[in-house]
Each structure stands twice: as structure tokens, then as C-alpha cells.
């Protein structure tokens, strides 16, 4: 599915973001790793408005308003702007695990945010109550992401900006299921499992796996890395599977199958991209999938 729009080269753009490793468990206090993904992105401009962009601005200027942000965030100016014809140029698919919503509070706190010196968990918290506008809670995950433009290491202990040491991400690809979905309505399945014993075994498995991943994807040990996606995609396709697409779930099962690729969620599921890892790139060009550069670029 083509998402591209046309975009202004003169506005200050954000890129969307992939979550690699933490989807669902990272909720529950697992590690996470989330990437930059520069195939899509969102900025501020003056192009030409339309009542729909315009309406989701005024939402988010009116809950700031309400919820006293404006101690974060200069909201005169904003409203200021929207009424002078403010837009939001943006190609991120709606409901696909890319962000869309970071994208935009990412450029909201970039051109309105009254920045002070502070880390980056309290910029993540200024974020995350921007952010809540749209998904009733938010952990300020993704438009942290999108604003450093650059991985960044999620743990209980904090959050770290991976800046120095890019990461060998060549293993890893996206398809496009081309299903646009609720995040809301996944996230609600995904609490009702939480109840069962047997899927509360599943989600400690998974946070085990999820920081092997982490860690020997740090260390360049991309055999092992796979060896640990392939265990993911396991526990996913078994304890998972309300959250695969349906038309998916076969071409999840065969990689499992062949060893040429693995198959994980990208965010919540249910549609939107699937993540992949693969050790042979012309073993799944039929696949059409969309590779993931050492600079995170599309090839």
C-alpha cells in the first residue's frame, strides 16, 4: 500500500519510529528497543490546510488547555498559528505501529515545547502528557523517539539515547499487511489475557527474550540475535494469535517452517506493518518486503 503524500522540503520534518523489542511486555516493566524510521515522517507547515488536520490541532490545543500544559508548551502561539492556517504535512499511516501520533507531538514539542535543561525521562514525561491527548494514556515512547531521531534503550531504570553506536539493523525488514487498525482495540485483548495464568507464564518468557534480543543485537551477534526472534515469533504465533492478520498467519508459519525468516509483531498487531528478520535478503524478495538499512533507511 502506498501511503506517500507530497512534501514541503522546506518544513522541519520527524521521522516515524519502529519499536523492535517490547511490544505489549514493556507495559509490564520489560527492556524495549525503538528505532527511527525515516520511510515516513510528519512537520508544521503553512501548506494548505484541510478542516480535518485542522480539527485534530485544535484537539490537542484544547486538551493542553484543559489539562494546564501550558506550562510545557507555548499553547498562545499555537492557537495563534492554527488560526493563521497551521497544518500538519505528514505521510505516517494512521494505525500501522509507526508512530503517527509521536510524529506529531514530536514537532509539537520541537516547535513549541518551553524547553529547559532536563533528561530524558522528563522530556519523555512532558511528551507522554501531550501524547495522552490521543491514546487516553501515553508512555511518551514514541515521540521521544521521533524527536531525538535516534534509537533509544527503555528500561526501568531510565532511558537511553543509543547516538554514538549505530545499530546494525540488516537483518531486519517490515511488510505492509495494508490494515489499518485500532491500537485501542488490541490493547484491550491483550488485558483480558493478562488474567490467564498460562499467558502470564508466556509474557515472562517473553521479557527474558525480549533483553537477549536487546543485548546481542548491541553486540552485533546476529546469529544468536535470530535464534532469539525466531523464539519470539514462536511465543507470538502461540499466545499471540488474536493479533497476527489472518491472511498472515500461514506466511508466519512457514518461516517457522523454512528457517528463512521470522515473523514478530510491530506494535500492537492486528495490522499495519509485521516485522521480520532474515539472514538471506534474496529468499524473501517475494515477500516484497521493506529492508532496514544500518542508518534505519528503506533500500
Excluded at 101 to 122: N, P, W
Excluded at 215 to 231: I, P, S
Aim: proline share 2%; with cysteine.
Amino acid at each position: 500500500m502506498n501511503h506517500k503524500i507530497s512534501l514541503s522540503e522546506s518544513t522541519k520534518y520527524f521521522n516515524s519510529k519502529i519499536l523492535l523489542f517490547g511490544e505489549y511486555t514493556v507495559t509490564l516493566g520489560s527492556e524495549a528497543l525503538a528505532v527511527p524510521f525515516n520511510g515516513y515522517k510528519g512537520g508544521f507547515s503553512f501548506l494548505s490546510s484541510s478542516q480535518y488536520i485542522t480539527e485534530i490541532l485544535l484537539k490537542l490545543y484544547n486538551y493542553c488547555h484543559l489539562n494546564q500544559l501550558g506550562v510545557y508548551y507555548d499553547l498562545t502561539r499555537f492557537k495563534v498559528d492554527i488560526d493563521n492556517g497551521l497544518t500538519f504535512d505528514a505521510d505516517v499511516p494512521f494505525g500501522y505501529g509507526l508512530g503517527s501520533s509521536g510524529v506529531l507531538i514530536a514537532a509539537f514539542y520541537d516547535r513549541y515545547g518551553i524547553k529547559e535543561d532536563a533528561s530524558l525521562g522528563a522530556i519523555k514525561d512532558v511528551l507522554a502528557q501531550a501524547e495522552s491527548c490521543f491514546h487516553g494514556v501515553s508512555s511518551g515512547m514514541d515521540p521521544l523517539v521521533s524527536y531525538l531521531d535516534s534509537p533509544v534503550y527503555f528500561s526501568n531504570s531510565g532511558c537511553i539515547a543509543l547516538n554514538e553506536a549505530p545499530l546494525d539493523l540488516s537483518n531486519f525488514f517490515m511488510l505492509d499487511t495494508g490494515i489499518s487498525r485500532k491500537t485501542t482495540d488490541y490493547v484491550e485483548i491483550f488485558k483480558i489475557k493478562c488474567v490467564e495464568k498460562a499467558f502470564k507464564n508466556v509474557l515472562e518468557e517473553l521479557k527474558k527474550l525480549n533483553t537477549q534480543a536487546i543485548l546481542t543485537l548491541f553486540a552485533n551477534d546476529f546469529l544468536n540475535n535470530g535464534a532469539v526472534v525466531r523464539k519470539i515469533s514462536e511465543l507470538q504465533l502461540e499466545a499471540f494469535s488474536e493479533m497476527i492478520p489472518e491472511a498472515y498467519l500461514h506466511l508466519w508459519e512457514k518461516g517457522l517452517q523454512t528457517d528463512e525468516y521470522y515473523l514478530k509483531l510491530c506494535g500492537a498487531g492486528g495490522g499495519g506493518m509485521i516485522l521480520g528478520w532474515s539472514i538471506s535478503k534474496d529468499k524473501i524478495k517475494h515477500l516484497e518486503p521493506v529492508f532496514l538499512n544500518t542508518d534505519n533507511k528503506t533500500t
